[in-house]
């Protein structure tokens, strides 16, 4: 059975009938995740979640599709650890400006990038192409999508392949994850209680805070957590994605035609 909500498995016979008006586009990461989690973790659920997000849109409304996520992330800083692989924001930056480019070409101007991993930052690139090439972009943090849920569903608190992470992994591929081997994500605190607080920024490089890559605890992971996560953030996401694609881009869109006093 071909997916019509999935570029890569539609064809231009499909296409040339019925065109989408909105495009999903992942962005992800190949990096080390403590020692139970894959290196592709980001990767693979960040496609799994763009792929579900965009079938529930098209079942409703058949004007989503969405291309094939972006493998790879802004790693610099974890580097030291095994064959994380690492590509510069420029190189990503460029490499969406031309994906969109070619989307607007085709009359889309409604895209909607799902980033899954914490290291990329499209946020100026944004403001730049929306201005540049007249086309909308949206986006969302998938860790950050059910920040006002996460207490409810998870034990701790979550940083780098913690419980959220190694949960979502849990209930979308069990098979990858190697929990005895899990090390306990303890890490070295900041120095400055400015930093510790958030509002002093710094980047971290991963390799200061301990030797295993990954900065919280994932013991208490469930596939049960994760996918009640996932079902969690879906179904917030796709509604959006389907408000989206039955709205117009008319003058003042994506905001009210209406000044509100
Ligand atoms: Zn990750």
């Known amino acids: ?71 790879y992330g802004v790693d610099c800083n974890l580097l030291e650890f095994p064959l994380t692989i690492h590509v510069k924001q420029t190189t990503l930056d460029l490499m969406l400006t031309e994906i969109v480019a070619s989307l607007a070409h085709h009359g889309i101007r409604k895209i909607v990038l799902i980033n899954g991993h914490g290291g990329n930052d499209f946020t100026p690139l944004v403001r730049q192409i ?31 392949a913690g419980e959220l992470e190694t949960s979502m992994a849990l209930a979308l591929f069990p098979e990858l994850v190697e929990l005895e081997q899990a090390d306990s994500g303890a890490s070295r605190p900041f120095q400055f209680e400015a930093l510790e607080q958030g509002w002093i920024k710094t980047s971290r490089m991963f390799s200061n805070l301990n030797d295993h890559c990954g900065n919280a605890d994932p013991s208490l992971s469930t596939a049960e957590k994760g996918q009640q996560y996932l079902d969690f953030i879906c179904n917030r996401i796709s509604n959006f994605l389907i408000e989206l694609a039955e709205a117009d881009v008319n003058d003042h869109f994506p905001h009210f035609p209406e000044i509100k006093h």
């Open 130 to 160: 929306q201005a540049d090439l007249g086309v909308f972009i949206f986006w969302c943090n998938i860790y950050e999508v059910g920040q006002d849920k996460h207490n409810e569903i998870f034990d701790t608190a979550d940083d780098h």
């Open 1 to 71: 059975m071909i997916n019509e909500w999935d570029l890569t498995q539609t064809n231009q016979a499909r296409l040339k009938q019925h065109m989408p008006n909105v495009a999903v586009l992942g962005s992800s990461a190949i990096e080390a995740h403590n020692y139970h989690l894959p290196e592709g973790q980001d990767f693979l659920h960040t496609e799994a979640i763009v792929k579900r997000v965009a079938q529930m849109a098209w079942e409703k409304t058949s004007s989503v599709i969405c291309l094939p996520t972006i493998p």
